[in-house]
């Protein structure tokens, strides 16, 4: 099996209004992703999605379609989809960094090598490790304080048991945010915050102190990319569990993370770790430290959070039953651009066990997603 084509689309959907998102990253009120279409020789396809989004990695729509089509395409034409392992080689030699661009070719490899041998891709992954009924926290914006209690109450309504909070703008916004969270749940919940990379060292543990009634179980990415340090102090001084996300993109920083005693949990997904595959070498090797995983989210649509789902399935240290991650994205979204969507009720995502990713892009949907200049 080649690959014969590689094909870009990009989309502009808006975010429902009750969902969109604001943090120390900004605001998030539209998404312009591109999708990438795969084209083998015996006739299947496979769907993949790049989530970018500049203030996270640095790639935009029109460089993520750029640098698909004119560097990564041409590059891959003859090569087989199944050997994933050289597909990541390709791409690696052509370009660092461009990790969601990277991740859209992958995802849609695995996907035609899932439909290849009509197996759904956590089968490819060595079969599943937990239920394809996966319970999912949500994250709530930084909202202010009459929002932040109306959205908890809906929240609770629709049977979430953890919530995550933005943080990492201004701390007495944040705290009362939060301490509103925590007084509208009660104790029903578990409670997480995420600073975004937000917080400097001392702006995150004088917000863990005053945070202390409000009962945090999970303090994620509190201080800036890169300061593996810093992480590890925040951990070692407050005392809460960190979740470390922001400052881990691949294997190396994993290992930066580990070597510092920086976290108790690492964020992954395939958009930001460059693909399925290194999503779950990172994961391997987390495991080997004892060190947790979850699965993150950069508000992806369908098709990248089907393979979310998959890697969830398939991966057995994404212990998700005791750090619930993100696989919200669709609902976000006031467009489904697949034919077949993730089926999501509240905090449920149950996935299917279709071959490949278990969806099917409408193509001509998405051709319509994107207004022409």
Known sequence: MRITSVETFPVRVPLVPSHRMISALGRHEVSQYVLVRIETENGLEGA?????????????????KAIIDEVFAPALIGVDPEDIEKVDEILDQLSVGNWFAKSAIEMACWDVVGKSKVQPIFELLGGPKRSSEIRCRFSMGAYDPDRARNRTVELLRDGFTTIKVKVGTNLADDVERVRIVREVAGDEIDLVIDANGGFDVETAI????QLEDARVTLFEQPTPRGDFQGLAQVRRETG???MADDICFDLNDALECIRADACDVISIYPGKNGGIRKSQRI????????VACSIGSNLELDVACAAMAQLVVGCENLQVESYPGDILGPIYHERRIVTDPLAIEGPIVRLNDSPGLGVNVDWELVRELWPSA
């Open 48 to 64: 993949g999605e790049a989530t970018v989004l500049p203030r996270w990695s640095g790639e935009t729509v029109w460089g993520a």
């Open 206 to 209: 004088e917000a863990a102190r």
């Open 240 to 242: 809460l569990k960190v």
């Open 283 to 290: 994961a391997e090797l987390a495991a080997e430290y004892g």
